[in-house]
């Protein structure tokens, strides 16, 4: 723990940003093969259900066993530290509570409520259901620090149980940085309150997400020029209130529409690691990359066709973004697949896609935008 602290006093400062770090561990879904064990966690969840208190149907996949990007923050009053999923898939901050002696709990940093000065109680229980699992606990208000930014009285989860796959993710917690109206927990979400306590100059943030295990980054309050090259490409958010929601006009292949036709609505979520979508279009992609369905949930390919295999276009606002097949097929062990996952509702462009194109959240504008990553 003493390192992890360390690294979150090396927050960088560039005219008004400030850096969070984010580090890459081990998959939920890598930890658990290790032992033998992904199969059977896979099996206890096997439905996508929703998220209680949400107007939308469109679920974006939080708590993926496939995620591997965490920073830290500190809560309370002196800060305690944990590992956070920041995801802009979901709205509300959670970690574990010290009481909690449930299996989920195993393995994670817990938050002890009277080693804090500034802890105020909530309004009680809730529970989140995600695809991969649920959680359990009660909400409070507290400092959080990320960076060396404080924000002041943030409503956030104390947890007490959860589903089986969080003991092995490589996170404690969520810090969700999706909008108000996705917020399960029914508050201010943390970067909201940011922005109203005048903590940044600029009300949007970035990510990087490396494609080694080192360099990774969320910036705060603007855009980080050294992560990426040529143009920012704006696109507009279409659901201002919820999540990170942008249209896609198709998805192309060498001028061939192959999904997306017509036009869909996608989440632009750090916090799943494929591309998902519909059954037929998934399938359809797969399909015209030579990539083959064989039992489980990713489609499998010949490692050494990579640099055969043709880009995947999304075509979003007038700008084509490629996805080259080196961004998309991934190495698991000796064999390869490719990022794409069946999931009904909206789209989710994650970090298979992120990966590629640094990605600016701008609240200010109600817009995103997509620049390739370095
Ligand atoms: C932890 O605290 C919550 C809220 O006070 C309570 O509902 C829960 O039962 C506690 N869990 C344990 C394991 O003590
Ligand atoms: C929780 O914090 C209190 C107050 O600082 C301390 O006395 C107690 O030992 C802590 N509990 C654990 C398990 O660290
Ligand atoms: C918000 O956006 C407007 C229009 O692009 C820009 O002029 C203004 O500087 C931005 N303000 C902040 C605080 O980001």
Request: a negative charge; proline letters at 4%; one cysteine or more.
């Amino acid at each position: 723990m003493k390192s992890a602290v360390l690294l979150v006093l090396l927050v960088a400062f560039t005219e008004g940003l400030v850096k969070i770090p984010l580090f890459r561990g081990k998959s939920a879904r890598q930890a658990l093969e290790e032992v033998g064990l992904y199969e059977e966690y896979k099996a206890q969840y096997p439905q996508p259900r929703l998220q209680r208190g949400l107007k939308l149907n469109n679920v974006p996949i939080t708590y993926d066993p496939q995620v591997t990007y965490y920073g830290m923050i500190g809560i309370g009053n002196p800060p305690q530290y944990f590992k956070v999923l920041f995801d802009t898939g979901s709205a509300d901050l959670w970690v574990p509570s010290l009481n909690c002696t449930h299996y989920s709990c195993g393995n994670h940093a817990r938050f002890n409520r009277s080693a804090s000065s500034t802890l105020q109680k909530g309004d009680g229980d809730f529970t989140l259901d995600y695809v991969s699992g649920y959680v359990k606990g009660v909400t409070a208000y507290d400092t959080v620090l990320v960076g060396d930014i404080y924000v002041v009285n943030q409503l956030f989860g104390l947890t007490y149980s959860g589903g089986s796959f969080l003991r092995y993710m490589p996170w404690d917690g969520i810090q969700g940085l999706a909008f108000i109206g996705a917020s399960a927990l029914g508050g201010t979400p943390l970067f909201k309150n940011m922005w109203n306590q005048g903590r940044i100059t600029q009300n949007q943030f970035s990510m990087y997400l490396s494609k080694s295990v080192e360099g990774s980054a969320l910036i705060l309050g603007g855009v980080d020029e050294q992560y990426f090259t040529g143009p920012v490409n704006w696109v507009m958010v279409k659901e201002e209130d919820t999540y990170w929601t942008i249209q896609i006009d198709s998805i192309t292949i060498n001028g061939n529409t192959v999904a997306c036709s017509g036009g869909c609505l996608a989440i632009v979520d750090s916090g799943t690691a494929l591309i998902t979508g519909p059954t037929r279009d998934i399938g359809n992609i797969n399909g015209w990359v030579g990539a083959y369905q064989a039992g489980g949930d990713q489609a499998s390919v010949g490692c050494s066709n990579v640099g055969v295999m043709p880009d995947l276009v999304f075509n979003i606002g007038g700008n084509a973004f490629h996805l080259p097949a080196s961004a998309y097929v991934l190495q698991h062990g000796t064999s390869c697949q490719t990022g794409f996952e069946y999931v009904p509702g909206s789209w989710i462009l994650g970090e298979v896609f992120m990966r590629h194109y640094y990605t600016v959240f701008d609240v200010n504008n109600s817009r995103v935008g997509f620049a390739l990553a370095v």
